[in-house]
C-alpha cells in the first residue's frame, strides 16, 4: 500500500507561480508511473505530467513550457511547479502513482488540493 500526501496550492492571479508537493510513503524509486492529473469544474479529470519508469516526462499541451514536474529521491517526493498560471489552470490537482508488483498493477492517488486562479 502506498499513500500520497499533497501540499501546496491555493489561490493565485493569472500570471503568478505555485507549486504542488507530494509526498509518497515509499521510496519514489519503487514506483514505475508517476505523475499529476487535474479535475477542473465541470470537467473530466486530465492528464497534466507523467513518467513512466524514469523516462522523459510528457506534459499536457496546455501546459508544456509552464509546467514543471520533479521528483526527489532522498525525500520520496513529487513535485509540480506552476508558472504564468491562467485561470483556465482552476482545478483540483491530484498526485498519481502506479506501482507494479508481479503481474498486477497497483494505482494510487494523492488527496487532491484545489489551485485557483483569478483573472
Known amino acids: 500500500q502506498v499513500q500520497l500526501v499533497q501540499s501546496g496550492g491555493g489561490l493565485v492571479p493569472a500570471g503568478g507561480s505555485l507549486g504542488l508537493s507530494c509526498a509518497a510513503s515509499v521510496s519514489i524509486s519503487r514506483l514505475n508511473v508517476m505523475g499529476w492529473y487535474r479535475q477542473g469544474p465541470g470537467k473530466e479529470r486530465q492528464l497534466v505530467a507523467l513518467i513512466l519508469g524514469g523516462s522523459e516526462i510528457n506534459y499536457a499541451e496546455s501546459v508544456k513550457g509552464r509546467f514543471t514536474m520533479s521528483g526527489d529521491n532522498a525525500k520520496n517526493m513529487m513535485y509540480l511547479q506552476m508558472n504564468n498560471l491562467k485561470p483556465e489552470d482552476t482545478a483540483v490537482y491530484y498526485c498519481?502513482?502506479?506501482?507494479?508488483?508481479?503481474?498486477?498493477?497497483?494505482?494510487?492517488w494523492g488527496q487532491g488540493t484545489q489551485v485557483t486562479v483569478s483573472s
Open positions: 498519481y502513482a502506479v506501482q507494479v508488483t508481479g503481474p498486477r498493477n497497483y494505482e494510487y
